[in-house]
């Protein structure tokens, strides 16, 4: 049986895990409980960070760039009016998530340290270059989210380290946008796009969702579309690098070959609105 544990302060946290070997950290559990279900996860022992201090809110810091508290609810995100310009993805993708049950009850930082590679945040937080911060046995670290998911379900978080916060850049003035398909409302995505302007509106940062272990973006690509987003054959380029780099899979969402289909078809279409919402403004 498992047994839940409840430090009160972040060490605590860490020498808890350090101890028992198979425990794993908990916040809201909407992913976790939903992944044990799923036979995808089996621990011995739950962390509780639910008493720990420091974890929710969000702030912008002296430089401008937001920090979110690991333990900030999905509606709240949603909610956030820091979230503005080139940030907005974030908060749309957190609006996205499953119903207002889940989004009461989850937090950003136990779905990252999850990496389920189908839900909302991951694209999004790719595309806005978020850092994770970190702290373990050895101390804490930032980890880039471009570098974060190794493989499915792995990430580069190391045992006994537990994520605290998500800091993003400061927001730009740009409109950004988040899209997913899926079979209903409030599933997990079959797949998703995030994508923000530059602020000349002649380039883009697009992050993919779904299509592989992790969030697909290629900032080279990026570089080469720059000057020609109203350029179709170049937007098809741009779209058959990212195509290239997915790595789907087939399950009850959809088939592999579906979810390469419809990234394409994403990137023209959120792109689309984009373009005329930097025009209309």
């Known amino acids: 049986m498992t047994q839940i544990l409840f430090p009160e302060t972040l060490d605590q946290a860490v020498a808890l895990l350090a101890r028992h070997d198979e425990a794993r950290p908990i916040a809201g559990g909407t992913t976790l409980v939903a992944m044990r279900n799923a036979g995808l996860v089996d621990s011995s022992h739950l962390v509780s960070l639910d008493r720990i201090p420091g974890l929710r809110g969000i702030e912008r810091l002296a430089d401008g760039r937001i920090r979110v508290g690991a333990m900030t609810r999905h509606a709240d995100t949603a909610a956030s009016d820091l979230f503005t ?4 993805v974030v908060r749309k993708a957190a609006g996205m998530i499953a119903n207002k049950v889940v989004r009461n009850m989850g937090t950003m930082g136990g779905s990252v340290a999850n990496a389920d590679p189908a839900a909302d945040y991951l694209p999004a937080l790719a595309c806005a270059d978020a850092v994770l911060s ?3 046995p050895d ?6 989210i471009l570098t974060y998911v190794q493989d499915w379900y ?5 045992p006994g380290e537990i994520l605290t916060a998500i800091t993003f850049p400061a927001p730009e003035d740009a409109p950004s946008a988040y899209r997913k398909i899926a079979r209903v409302s409030g599933d997990y995505a079959t797949a998703s796009c995030a994508m923000a302007l530059t ?5 883009l940062r697009v992050a993919i969702g779904a299509c592989g272990p992790g969030p697909i973006r290629d900032v080279q690509a990026e570089a080469v579309l720059h000057g020609h ?3 179709p054959q170049a937007v098809a380029e741009f779209a058959a690098a990212l195509v290239a780099k997915a790595d789907p899979v087939d399950d009850v969402r959809g088939s592999a070959d579906y ?11 959120v792109l689309s609105d984009l373009i005329s919402a930097k025009e209309a403004a």
């Open 134 to 136: 970190v702290l373990g």
């Open 85 to 88: 310009g080139s940030l907005a």
């Open 154 to 158: 792995e990430t580069a978080l190391e």
């Open 259 to 269: 979810r390469l289909a419809l990234i394409p078809r994403l990137i023209a279409s």
């Open 199 to 203: 602020p000349d509106g002649q380039g």
């Open 139 to 144: 101390g804490a670290r930032e980890i880039p």
């Open 229 to 231: 987003l109203q350029d």
